[in-house]
C-alpha cells in the first residue's frame, strides 16, 4: 500500500505544470509574457504568395500562399480583402508577393503587402 502511495505522490509531484511552481525568486520581475506577445517584429512575419486574381472593384485579391503561420492556416489558395494602408499602386495576376495577413471582425484582411524579391 506504501509503494502504490509513493507512486501516487511522485506521479502528482511531476504532473503538476511549470506555471504553478513558486516563482517567488522572481517576485520582482513581473510578467514577462505580455513582452513576449508584443515582441518587436512579430508584427512583421509576412507570407510569401502568388496572386492569381485581383479584383480592383471590390479590392480583393485571391493568393495562393505558403502556410500562414500567424493564423495557423496551411497553404491553399483564397480570396483576401484589402485594408486601405495595404492598397499596392500596381498589383497583378502572376505578381509574387509577401503578405501579412490577419483576422479582424470574421474577415481575412491584409494589412501588408509587397513584390517578393
Known sequence: MKTILSILALSAALA???????HSAHAGHGD???????????????????????????GKLT?????IKNLD???????????ESAKPAAIKAGDKVLF??????????ITRIQPAS
Open 73 to 83: 492556416m496551411p497553404p491553399m489558395t483564397m480570396v483576401f480583402a484589402l485594408a
Open 16 to 22: 503538476t505544470p511549470a506555471f504553478a511552481q513558486d
Open 63 to 67: 493568393i495562393r500562399h505558403e502556410e
Open 32 to 58: 514577462h509574457s505580455a513582452a513576449v506577445a508584443a515582441a518587436p517584429g512579430a508584427e512583421a512575419v509576412l507570407t510569401a504568395g502568388e496572386v492569381t486574381r485581383v479584383d480592383a472593384r471590390s
Open 100 to 109: 501579412r495577413a490577419e483576422e479582424k471582425e470574421g474577415a481575412l484582411i
